[in-house]
């Protein structure tokens, strides 16, 4: 994990030499090239501006929105960007009743305590072709907060962020909206991304599931 307290003293030491800070930013946005490609093709599919709905879902934060950033900065504008993706592809999911790719952002505590992956699978193709299909649009974001909970050393322990949810079920021949919130985590700097509604939730609930989600619900 990274520690951003010592990034933030090396910021200051890199800056009295132009052409060493020149050298360690090119490497640094070397790092998140594989970012920067995805959501390039993004904009370059749907230009709209970010937070706005796309045929996707919410449209991400720019990736040029690191520039003038500090490391903290551009890695928590990365995070932003792969949360709103994976959230976006989440709700696809649910809508697509593609159970594997649901279950992919479901926290392995909730698939071990539904009786395992398989299993896990399995009760998701039961509930999705039980479902009346009634709810037609599913937009999550845009992100409401990101951060990453560091510990007293200043080295990160995972990156959270909170949003909002936007549900549109059909009822009769009216569109009806609910809206809710869900936590999401990565511990990976996101590689793997899980989210949690927890909408209507009791925050000692929440605590017993994702406890470090705090770091999010809090100012």
Same mark, same amino acid.
């Given at each position: 994990?990274?520690?951003?307290?010592?990034?933030?003293?090396?910021?200051?030491?890199?800056?009295?030499?132009?052409?060493?800070? %020149? *050298?360690?930013?090119?490497?640094?946005?070397?790092?998140?090239?594989?970012?920067?490609?995805?959501?390039?093709?993004?904009?370059?599919?749907?230009?709209?501006?970010?937070?706005?709905?796309?045929?996707?879902? @919410?449209?991400?934060?720019?990736?040029?929105?690191?520039?003038?950033?500090?490391?903290?900065?551009?890695?928590?504008?990365?995070?932003? @960007?792969?949360?709103?993706?994976?959230? &976006?592809?989440?709700?696809?999911?649910?809508? &697509?009743?593609?159970?594997?790719?649901?279950?992919?952002?479901?926290?392995?505590?909730?698939?071990?305590?539904?009786?395992?992956?398989? &299993?896990?699978?399995?009760?998701?193709?039961?509930?999705?072709?039980?479902?009346?299909?009634? *709810?037609?649009?599913?937009?999550?974001?845009? *992100?409401?907060?990101?951060?990453?909970?560091?510990?007293?050393?200043?080295?990160?322990?995972?990156?959270?962020?909170?949003?909002?949810?936007?549900?549109?079920?059909?009822?009769?021949?009216?569109?009806?909206?609910?809206?809710?919130?869900?936590?999401?985590?990565?511990?990976?700097?996101?590689?793997?991304?899980? %989210? *949690?509604? @927890?909408?209507?939730?009791?925050?000692?609930?929440?605590?017993?599931?994702?406890?470090?989600?705090?770091?999010?619900?809090?100012?």
């Amino acid at each position: 994990m990274k520690n951003y307290k010592k990034s933030a003293l090396l910021c200051k030491v890199i800056l009295m030499s132009v052409c060493y800070c %020149f *050298i360690a930013c090119s490497n640094h946005v070397g790092e998140d090239t594989t970012v920067k490609n995805k959501v390039a093709k993004i904009a370059q599919a749907t230009p709209v501006l970010p937070g706005t709905e796309t045929p996707d879902g @919410i449209a991400p934060i720019h990736y040029a929105d690191t520039m003038g950033k500090d490391l903290y900065g551009k890695d928590s504008v990365k995070m932003s @960007i792969l949360f709103q993706l994976a959230a &976006n592809d989440l709700g696809k999911s649910y809508l &697509n009743k593609d159970a594997k790719t649901y279950a992919k952002f479901t926290l392995p505590s909730i698939v071990k305590a539904n009786g395992g992956r398989t &299993n896990y699978i399995q009760k998701l193709q039961s509930e999705f072709s039980s479902d009346p299909e009634r *709810i037609v649009k599913i937009l999550s974001g845009p *992100i409401h907060r990101t951060k990453a909970l560091l510990d007293e050393k200043g080295f990160g322990n995972g990156w959270y962020c909170l949003m909002p949810v936007n549900i549109f079920r059909k009822e009769g021949t009216n569109i009806k909206q609910e809206m809710g919130w869900m936590g999401g985590q990565s511990l990976d700097e996101g590689k793997t991304i899980y %989210f *949690i509604d @927890i909408s209507n939730m009791p925050k000692e609930k929440i605590m017993q599931i994702m406890p470090d989600l705090r770091c999010v619900l809090v100012q």
